[in-house]
């Protein structure tokens, strides 16, 4: 009993040191922050003495930590209806206020700061603070899980203590492919990475479906069923609208049809938590969820709870601000050297792509870590997040860059900070890293030809072609988590949910990276070859002839559905087998995937699939991307699955993982393994287990 008493009261005496030299270092922060700053003064008008001012600088630095521990997370709480992003403004001023406030409550009435400074000094000492809190904590294992608990404190409290059992944790790296993960290993980019590979964890490589994109494989990662997704975006007849993954309204749809199909929630309906995806995976707490951002808050939507998590801790909002201003400058400093060097293939990266950037590599990172911190300190069974720096860097830098490859460095060190918090956690935790799909190098279609796929469509027509050819804008998921989080719609410039009345009987063109869909809206049904040729004899051979596509699928009525190559090529799916014709390029289960798709409901009238290059990798966007994915062809269908050792094996022996929905498959069993949530299973998916 004494040594237990000794050690409460070492560890009291120890925090209470650590208090006083965050206090002691905060106040001649203060004190060198007055004599720098002209319109912050800690005297009189009449003059102080050295003792007088170090007073008042001591009373209020204590006065503004004694206020922003116990006033800012009320003021957070009342705040998270404000958008996100505003929110991570507000903290600035919000912050200055109070440290007005402290120079108010000081008895010696002698400090004085302009609004706009007290902004600067409150800032600054909070940055501080929290280095100078943090340097010490580390010093100390207790001290560091109390700081780290303190993430998870609200949610600890509401909830019961964790079952001894693993929990796991599913990480996803957006858009990082499996050969460039081995060479960013290779290349010491990722030393976490590699010390797992070195003992406790394989990579498996798995095959997307058709659409190699995050709409898709998300969605069948995540609820077991990504059927009737033929792309990113595309458009359906019965409903005449346009379908983006993306777009809140479209992932929630597609989300309720997942659920409706199998007849579960998801992989996260048990004790789960899903951050920063554009579906919930069935789980109770839900930050930065796409499917989720056009609800009310409410009981049952807690999507923005993850903010309070975060923003509770003002150090968290200026530590997250300066990277977040760094990054932008980075960015802008990469972009300039790309077109002074002139280096090909690239494209523009200009206007607000740079604050987009930013966001995708350092707001939503921090954010999302800090949710998963929380959820393993809180003892969840399943958490599912989503870090989506690579792919947007990628899609403009391209997939090898040296700025990509720069967001795989500090996407290796978020990692290690998930591995050294399930050292503290209430419970044993296995961390599973897994990508969604790859890229696919390349100049975009534009810059290659001078025309987009919409143009090449119009003349295939004799519909007249713009003399300046528009830009494709890029639909990547970080341009649509910025538009959320400030609670703006998601739909692109000039993109429309409908196309107009008056232009019904021109065709639709819609791209998802090297994939590009064709559509008739006047037309209510999915239209064969036949009377494509009938209407616009040119449209298909134009097409098929173009050394940029590498093969189209169109319906047919003496066939189901054919494969339409250069030179008049035309097989039927029954026979892609025996003659793979175009799809020879693009390897193994083209043919399989190509035939999936052509079942789905709301395929196209016209699917494109742009050039491959087996030799080289590359593809060409029809978007304004240099790294793309979407569609068929190289890294862009070749994602890999980081797993511990300790789960079985995704599949057995020489077998493939195929298709998002098989992975799904092979999660849940691991779930199953850890003794973790045992979501129901219809009869349809236990036969789908039993075959995996």
């Known amino acids: 009993m004494r040594g237990v008493r000794g050690g409460r009261w070492r560890r009291a005496a120890s925090q209470a040191g650590r208090s006083v030299t965050v206090w002691a270092v905060s106040t001649l922060t203060m004190l060198v922050l007055a004599g720098i700053l002209p319109d912050f003064q800690l005297r009189s008008a009449d003059g102080d003495s050295a003792t007088d001012i170090a007073v008042t600088a001591a009373l209020g630095a204590g006065a503004f930590g004694v206020l922003s521990a116990l006033v800012w ?29 402290a120079l108010r409550l000081n008895p010696t009435e002698r400090g004085a700061a302009a609004w706009e400074t007290a902004v600067v000094v409150a800032a600054v000492m909070s940055a501080v603070a929290s280095a100078t809190g943090a340097a010490l904590a580390v010093r100390d294992d207790d001290a560091y899980r109390r700081r780290l608990y303190r993430l998870a404190d609200r949610r600890r409290r509401a909830g019961p203590a964790g079952p001894s059992s693993p929990g796991t944790v599913f990480l996803q790296l957006d858009g990082v492919g499996h050969d460039v993960l081995q060479a960013a290993v290779k290349k010491g980019v990722m030393p976490t990475v590699a010390q797992w590979l070195d003992g406790t964890h394989r990579l498996t490589p798995w095959r997307t479906d058709w659409s190699s994109q995050t709409g898709a494989s998300q969605l069948g990662i995540l609820h077991g069923s990504n059927e009737d997704v033929p792309a990113f975006r595309w458009y359906e007849k019965d409903k005449q609208e346009v379908m983006v993954c ?34 919930s995976g069935g789980a109770d707490e839900q930050a930065l969820v796409l499917s989720i951002a056009t609800r009310r808050r409410s009981r049952e939507n807690r999507s923005r709870a993850g903010y309070f998590a975060y923003f509770s801790d003002p150090a968290n909002a200026v530590r997250t601000a300066l990277s977040f201003f760094a990054e932008v400058g980075r960015e802008i400093g990469q972009s300039t050297r790309s077109r002074t060097c002139r280096v090909r293939p690239r494209v523009r990266r200009g206007g607000l792509y740079p604050f987009i950037r930013a966001f995708a590599t350092v707001v939503e990172r921090d954010v999302v870590v800090a949710a998963v911190m929380g959820d393993m300190l809180a003892g969840r069974t399943a958490v599912y997040a ?32 998930i591995e050294k918090i399930a050292e503290h956690a209430p419970r044993p935790y296995r961390i599973v890293v897994l990508s969604d799909h790859g890229q696919s190098p390349g100049e975009t279609f534009q810059a290659r030809y001078g025309l987009t796929l919409g143009d090449l469509v119009r003349a295939g027509c004799g519909l007249p072609v713009p003399r300046k050819a528009q830009r494709t804008h890029s639909g990547a998921e970080a341009r649509a988590a910025v538009r959320a989080a400030l609670r703006r719609p998601v739909e692109e410039s000039g993109e429309q949910h409908r196309p107009s009345r008056s232009r019904r009987s021109e065709p639709l063109v819609l791209a998802s990276g090297n994939l590009g869909l064709i559509s008739f809206p006047d037309v209510h049904h999915r239209m064969t070859k036949e009377e494509i040729d009938a209407r616009h004899p040119a449209l298909l051979t134009t097409l098929a002839n173009h050394p940029g596509i590498g093969f189209l699928l169109v319906r047919s009525e003496e066939h189901g559905g054919v494969v339409l ?4 090529t035309e097989i039927p799916l029954d026979r892609l087998d025996e003659n793979p014709g175009p799809l020879a390029a693009f390897g193994p289960g083209a043919a399989d995937a190509v035939r999936r798709t052509h079942g789905f409901e709301h395929t196209a009238d016209v699917m494109v699939n742009s050039w491959y290059d087996p030799a080289e990798g590359e593809v060409l966007a029809f978007e304004e991307q240099i790294g793309s994915h979407g569609g068929l062809g190289g890294a862009q269908g070749r994602p890999f699955l980081l797993s511990p050792v300790v789960l079985s094996a995704p599949v057995a022996g020489e077998q493939e993982l195929v298709g998002a929905e098989h992975v799904h498959r092979v999660l849940r069993r691991w779930l199953r393994e850890s003794d973790g949530p045992q979501v129901p299973l219809t009869e349809r998916q236990d036969e789908d287990r039993r075959a995996a």
Do not use: I
């Open 386 to 417: 989503d870090l989506v720096a690579y792919d947007e860097v990628a899609h403009h830098s391209g997939p090898h860059s040296r700025d990509a490859e720069k967001v795989l460095e500090r996407l290796d060190r978020s990692l290690a900070l």
């Open 246 to 279: 993306n777009r809140p309204t479209s992932a929630a749809e597609l989300q309720r049809r997942a659920v409706e199909r199998t007849g579960d929630g998801g992989l996260l309906s048990a004790d789960g938590a899903s951050r920063g995806n554009l579906f």
């Open 565 to 568: 190559g250069p030179f008049g």
């Open 73 to 101: 997370p009320l003021l957070v709480r009342l705040l998270l209806l404000v958008p996100a992003l505003v929110l991570g403004l507000l903290v600035f001023v919000l912050n200055g206020f109070l440290l007005l406030l």
